[in-house]
């Protein structure tokens, strides 16, 4: 049986002092680390419970230094691993899509640790039935981009990421490409502790609400 689309995983090693600034002061940068480990290790999770898909994630950083190291090294043994290059996110983006061409592209980042294996599955479908689907973020971004064809990234070129109005470009850029476009359900992303502990009440059970919370009992509480 062939594999219907590739779920996309584009991550940064969780290194301290370069994963979840943001987090900080609240949390010291090696707890702002073992959150970002936590909602990657998460979210790869959901990832490897849906069946019939290539599984790829296109990585940067050094994993060597990276919290949780051996745990991450253990899991993406099930993922094709990927280099990213480019000279700016969403080059990188672009780049990572093209390189994965062969199959319809779910593409994903690792701030969303609430992500399930249905709303993997809901995105799949969407992108293999329509031209492409989108789901954006709380904060005026998006946290999944689906792509029937991967070669219509080249969309994101000239979308400034990490903006506002992010997700509303990325929309306007493929609706130029004459796409349409499914809209899929609006989630949170992980960028600030406000974010995080948001996300965590909706995943109690997880790695990822587990370290939220021992920022909270070292003896830094989350204001």
Do not use: Y
Not at 83 to 107: I, T, Y
Not at 131 to 137: C, K, Q, S, Y
Not at 164 to 192: F, K, M, N, Q, Y
């Amino acid at each position: 049986m062939t594999d219907r689309a590739c779920v996309l995983v584009v991550a940064k090693a969780p290194v301290p002092g370069l994963a979840k600034t943001r987090l900080t002061p609240a949390a010291t940068p090696e707890q702002a680390a073992e959150v970002a480990a936590a909602s990657l290790l998460d979210t790869l999770d959901a990832v490897l419970s849906v069946p019939r898909v290539r599984r790829v994630v296109a990585m940067t950083g050094d994993l060597d230094v990276a919290a949780r190291c051996a745990e991450l090294r253990r899991t993406l043994r099930w993922f094709e691993v990927i280099p990213q290059h480019g000279n700016d996110f969403a080059e990188r983006l672009v780049n990572a899509h093209c390189e994965v061409a062969d199959l319809p592209v779910v593409q994903i980042g690792m701030d969303t640790p609430q992500v399930t294996p249905w709303l993997l599955g809901t995105a799949i479908t969407a992108t293999v039935t329509g031209d492409a689907a989108l789901g954006l973020a709380e904060d005026g971004g998006w946290w999944v981009l689906g792509l029937k064809d991967p070669l219509h990234a080249k969309a994101l070129q000239h979308v400034p990421m990490s903006q506002p109005d992010t997700g509303s470009r990325t929309l306007d850029a493929l609706h130029d490409l004459d796409l349409s476009v499914a809209p899929l359900p609006v989630l949170s992303d992980v960028d600030t502790v406000e974010d995080a502990r948001r996300v965590a009440e909706l995943v109690p059970d997880s790695r990822f609400a587990a370290a939220v919370a021992a920022i909270s009992t070292a003896g830094q509480p989350i204001p």
